[in-house]
């Protein structure tokens, strides 16, 4: 599973990061977790807001932090 | 009831005299902090819910229909509505441009949403009264639909930084929310914010209370009444640094103007404070050359000093 956070680096992105790499850990999948934070990068998301949670190439979720228990039903 | 409540803890449970200045400053503290948090929780908690509706993607659709001046003033009201934090000011800015929201109007929304947000106006309700709560709205909505127009008819599309015109968004839905959805974002959202700001309030409330119960009452009339020129400006160049304690700032301008400050000073203090900050500029820097920046700042730096003046002048 390919995870991505998108998200230029302010503090939400940072806790939305913490919160998937939890909720990873705790379901023990295999994902490969990795910050995006080129604007270009990102913007080609078609994405607003950030941080953006994008699973397997797919925006789940954009413009707010999850907990670590929201991000484990998305996997 | 918020008063008997204030009361009963510090004049009964705590037995202090209401005549002490310790007792009458506690209670003040006691009181205002209640009221002031029961306000954020409750609002903060509606405008999120109402907000899940207005995601930047939509806003968005609205405004690339629309054109110079309706636009500006369209754009200043959905900056209220829309959420926005400063790290989204990069891809909304980017989102709007790409689908062709004119320069002027993209800036009208930039300056409104920082500005009008829930938690200075919810303060300044609380602990001003809604008539000041409604001139601070009603000028920052005034200053973003003008600086926008103004902006707008400069022509500066080329100091945009190049890159941005050369962005292509994707298409991605945004999956639809349901009613549970939007109660459990509002709550969370709610939570994050109270985290945050609570303990600025807290110290905000209690240094107030202090200043209340022993600073002389005409302490600033002399240097910062409304006769006094060069106060605006100098409330304008402290605001700049002050980013995102509005909520933290709010309670000590409160007590200050019971000791003087004048009402039109310390609106633009405010504005600077919400709408002027060095991390946000450092921010748009992302998309704006230099001069494109300059001419930003300089426009709302006067605008925010024309209403400062204007209201010392007014009330």
């Known amino acids: ?75 | 009831m918020l008063q008997t409540i204030a009361d009963t803890m510090v004049y009964s449970l705590l037995k202090l005299s209401s005549n002490s200045m310790l007792g009458t400053a506690l209670n003040f503290f006691v009181y205002e902090s209640i009221k002031i948090f029961l306000m954020l929780i409750i609002i903060i908690f509606f405008v999120s819910i109402l907000r899940s509706y207005f995601p930047a993607e939509k806003t968005k659709k609205i405004l690339n229909s629309k054109h110079h001046f309706w636009g500006n003033i369209i754009a200043a009201l959905l900056g209220i509505v829309t959420p926005f934090c400063s790290c989204s000011a990069v891809p909304v800015f980017i989102g709007f441009i790409e689908s062709g929201v004119p320069l002027g109007i993209t800036f009208s929304f930039l300056i409104a949403s920082p500005m009008v947000n829930e938690v200075a106006v919810i303060m300044l309700w609380g602990l001003l009264g809604w008539k000041i709560m409604l001139i601070y709205i009603i000028s920052g909505l005034t200053i973003a639909i003008i600086a926008g127009i103004i902006m707008g008819k400069l022509k500066l599309e080329r100091f945009v930084q190049d890159y941005v015109y050369e962005m292509k968004l994707g298409e991605n839905k945004i999956p639809d929310q349901s009613i549970k959805d939007r109660i459990n974002y509002a709550l969370n959202y709610t939570k994050q914010i109270m985290k945050k700001i609570s303990i600025y309030i807290i110290i905000a409330i209690a240094l107030g209370g202090f200043i209340h119960g022993y600073a002389p009452a005409d302490l600033l009339v002399k240097y910062a009444g409304k006769d006094s020129i060069i106060a605006v400006p100098l409330a304008v160049l402290i605001g700049v640094p002050l980013y995102s304690n509005a909520a933290g700032i709010i309670p000590i301008i409160t007590v200050l103007i019971q000791k003087g400050l004048s009402l039109g000073t310390a609106l633009a203090f405010m504005m600077a404070v919400t709408a002027l900050s060095f991390p946000e500029m450092i921010i748009l820097k992302n998309v704006l050359k230099t001069p494109l920046l300059i001419i930003f700042v300089a426009i709302l730096f006067v605008s925010i000093l024309f209403t400062g003046y204007l209201f010392n002048i007014l009330i």
Do not use: F, R, W
């Not at chain 1, 790499?21 to 994902?31: L, P």
């Not at chain 1, 270009?40 to 953006?52: D, L, N, R, V």
């Open chain 1, 1 to 75: 599973m390919n995870i991505e956070i998108l998200g230029m680096g302010c503090e939400k992105c940072k806790k939305l990061y913490t919160a998937t790499e939890q909720a990873v850990n705790e379901k023990s999948i295999n994902a490969h977790i990795k910050e995006v934070k080129d604007i270009k990068q990102i913007m080609q998301y078609g994405i607003m807001s950030t941080p953006a949670l994008v699973i397997d190439g797919k925006v789940k979720i954009s413009g707010k932090v999850l907990s670590k228990d929201e991000i484990k039903q998305l996997l």
